[in-house]
């Protein structure tokens, strides 16, 4: 029995060099699922919401324009989680869980699917979450939802105040601000709004596209859209259509009023204002150079489109036209 008993032992004995092997492998998967759980958790999340089709080919791609960024976004920032929501808001009740920064860019007015989802974007913003809002989706009709806008964003588009042009936009000077750090003074065209509505005083409100507007764009008609007497008062004055706005809490919105032609997203200086503000809303450090990606390609910018290439369309045209803007940008 004494035998055995020492057999056993030995038996035993010659087992703990592969335990100890087992439980040093063992918590080495576990310390690496751990750390590869915190890096998870410390990975920025950009929600991307793009509305449903609504003005035909090349124009308020909404969800074209929202794939392209996010793309860029993945191209300049490896590490960042993104997410894009096509034709409109997400089922998803957990959507915007966990997310750093909120873009939207979709139809406004009436229609804005901002106003139907408050309460979703408060309790985000509440967690700290960033808003970027581009193009169409800043005019929002609701008393309620305009006033949420303001306090997220700093300003939003109103209706018989400010006013919706196509026009040449010179940005001749920039400010120092992480959202135009490597971005060189361009012009372009687009519909960019402009008389906007703002906090009181700009109070924690830093435009950062500028522009002088013709005198045309303000001798329109009266309407909700079209002009105004306070905008005719303005004549020859500046008027801001892009800002960067830091909430009391700490947190950060965008609002960029361009966006209504989806080659412009092929214009690198224009691009990259545009990504360095997600960066910046979901509280990235932009480098000092700002962003930097390729510029779209011709496949990269037909891709995901609402509707289908009209015959008539000059894709050499808007490649040399791409070309152009940024030769004179360099």
């Avoid at 079209?226 to 008027?239: F, H, L, Q, T, Y």
């Avoid at 009391?248 to 204002?273: E, I, M, S, V, Y």
């Avoid at 289908?308 to 808007?318: D, L």
Wanted: a negative charge; hydrophobic letters at 40%; one cysteine or more.
């Amino acid at each position: 029995m004494i035998y055995q008993s020492v057999v056993r032992v030995k038996r035993l004995m010659s087992l703990v060099p592969w335990i100890v092997s087992l439980m040093m492998l063992t918590g080495s998967a576990l310390h690496g699922a751990a750390w590869e759980g915190e890096a998870q958790r410390g990975q920025k999340k950009i929600v991307f919401i793009a509305g449903r089709p609504s003005h035909g080919f090349g124009s308020h791609e909404h969800n074209a324009g929202c794939l392209l960024l996010a793309k860029k976004l993945k191209e300049a920032l490896p590490g960042v989680e993104t997410i894009v929501y096509t034709s409109g808001w997400p089922q998803e009740s957990e959507a915007l869980m966990g997310a750093d920064a909120i873009v939207i860019f979709a139809d406004g007015g009436g229609g804005n699917i901002i106003a139907a989802h408050l309460e979703e974007l408060q309790r985000a913003i509440d967690k700290g979450a960033g808003l970027a809002v581009l193009h169409y989706a800043l005019d929002i009709a609701s008393p309620e939802g305009r006033e949420k806008l303001k306090s997220w964003i700093g300003g939003y588009y109103e209706t018989f105040w400010s006013v919706n042009p196509h026009w040449r936009a010179e940005f001749k000077e920039l400010p120092d601000h992480p959202i135009t750090w490597g971005v060189r003074p361009f012009a372009i065209d687009d519909e960019w709004y402009y008389h906007m509505r703002f906090v009181d005083e700009m109070k924690n409100v830093t435009p950062l596209l500028t522009a002088i507007p013709p005198d045309s764009t303000r001798e329109r008609p009266d309407g909700p859209h079209s002009g105004n007497p306070a905008v005719r008062a303005r004549k020859g004055m500046p008027e801001h259509v892009a800002w960067a706005y830091v909430r009391p809490d700490g947190g950060r919105g965008f609002g960029f009023t361009g966006g209504h032609h989806h080659w412009n997203w092929a214009h690198d200086q224009f691009r990259k204002l545009v990504l360095n503000a997600i960066a910046w809303c979901a509280r990235i450090d932009v480098p000092s150079n700002g962003l930097e990606t390729k510029t779209p390609t011709m496949e990269e910018l037909l891709a995901n489109l609402d509707e289908p290439q009209p015959a008539n369309f000059q894709a050499e045209a808007i490649q040399r036209q791409i070309e152009s803007w940024n030769q004179q940008s360099q």
